[in-house]
């Protein structure tokens, strides 16, 4: 079974300053993995994802992730954070191909931006 | 534009009485989620289905079912709610084409 692990349920950054934001995946076969991000009270919504085309992945809002398959990470970075960016984030890897869905999710990330 | 909705956003209801939880889309999804979200585990699967007439179980399947008699709905049914029951509760469809879950805005459950 395929399985996915977030390093820090919290993270914390000052504005403007990096955001990484670690997962690590565990799979059998070639997976598609997937950053998703929920604000407060709303459903998650899709940030980017990999499906084995370019390993250096471009999302909204200026994310990226770089799929490493040495390191089985899919870590998701923004240069600056915004105040904005402040969330919870969940890595996730599907199970059975894009033709069934149905994914498997980390435990998530709070990710907290001060001023 | 389609979406997926959830009914109702906010639910209390005593130990022991039957709930069910309704998830509706508009974009003609093959496949439909229901996954629940609790803090410290993330998103977890309860039950899932690829077309009318199909369910599955999920990992947390436990005291919960669903029926699939349209490709538009797919209703959670919990058969006597528990307290363990309380949570956050996620409906999620796909094409399968593209591998992206499309949410709803979730349902707020408390069991007393």
């Known amino acids: 079974a395929q399985s996915v692990t977030q390093l820090g349920s919290h993270v914390s950054v000052s504005e403007g300053a990096l955001v990484l934001l670690r997962c690590n995946y565990s799979s059998s076969v070639p997976p598609y993995l997937f950053w998703y991000v929920q604000y407060p009270n709303q459903g998650l919504q899709l940030l980017l994802k990999?499906?084995?085309?370019?390993?250096l992945v471009k999302g909204i809002n200026g994310f990226e992730a770089e799929f490493k398959k040495s390191e089985t990470s899919f870590h998701l970075t923004k240069p600056s954070a915004h105040m904005s960016d402040a969330a919870e984030y969940f890595c996730?890897?599907?199970?059975?191909?894009?033709?069934?869905?149905?994914?498997?999710f980390g435990q998530g990330t709070i990710l907290t931006v001060h001023p | 534009d389609a979406e997926i909705t959830q009914s109702p956003r906010h639910k209390i209801t005593e130990t022991g009485r039957q709930v069910t939880l309704a998830c509706h889309q508009t974009?003609?999804?093959?496949?439909m989620f229901w996954y629940r979200q609790d803090l410290g585990h993330g998103l977890r699967l309860i039950h899932y289905s690829y077309g009318v007439q199909d369910t599955n179980k999920g990992e947390v399947s436990d005291g919960y079912s669903v029926s699939r008699s349209n490709t538009e709905d797919l209703p959670l049914t919990l058969e006597s709610a528990a307290s363990s029951q309380t949570s956050v509760y996620f409906c999620?469809?796909?094409?399968?084409?593209?591998?992206?879950?499309?949410f709803g805005e979730g349902s707020r459950l408390t069991v007393l």
């Open positions: 974009w003609n999804h093959n496949n």
């Open positions: 999620a469809s796909t094409d399968g084409n593209t591998g992206e879950l499309f």
């Open positions: 990999y499906t084995s085309a370019a390993t």
């Open positions: 996730a890897v599907i199970e059975g191909g894009t033709s069934y869905g149905k994914l498997t």
